[in-house]
C-alpha cells in the first residue's frame, strides 16, 4: 500500500468513493520542491514511521538504517522523537558503525 493508503486508511474504510489521486498529484509536487531547498536537519518520529510495527521488536530496518546514514554522511542533524527511551537509541547505534 502507498504512503497515503496507510494513513487514508479510516477514511477509505469509510468513504470508498475517495479519489486520492488528487492527494498523489499533491504529494508529487511537494516532494518535488524539496529539489530546490536544502534542509540542515530532520527530525523523525520513531514507531510507526522509521520503524514499523513489524520491526517494532527486531530493530530498524537495514535499508532504512542505510537512507539515514546516508543524510548522516551528508552532515544532515537527525532527531528522533519517541517515548520508548535507550532502547531507539541502541537501535540506531547498531548501525551507526
Known sequence: ASALERR????LVN???VDLSRWRDALRVFTRS???VQFG???FDY???ICGRQQRCSGLDKQLACALSRLARRDIAIGVVTGRGK???HDLQ???A
Open 8 to 11: 487514508f486508511q479510516k477514511v
Open 15 to 17: 468513504e470508498p468513493s
Open 34 to 36: 524539496f529539489d530546490s
Open 41 to 43: 536537519g530532520i527530525i
Open 47 to 49: 514507531d510507526g514511521t
Open 87 to 89: 532502547s531507539v537509541r
Open 94 to 96: 547498531r548501525f551507526a
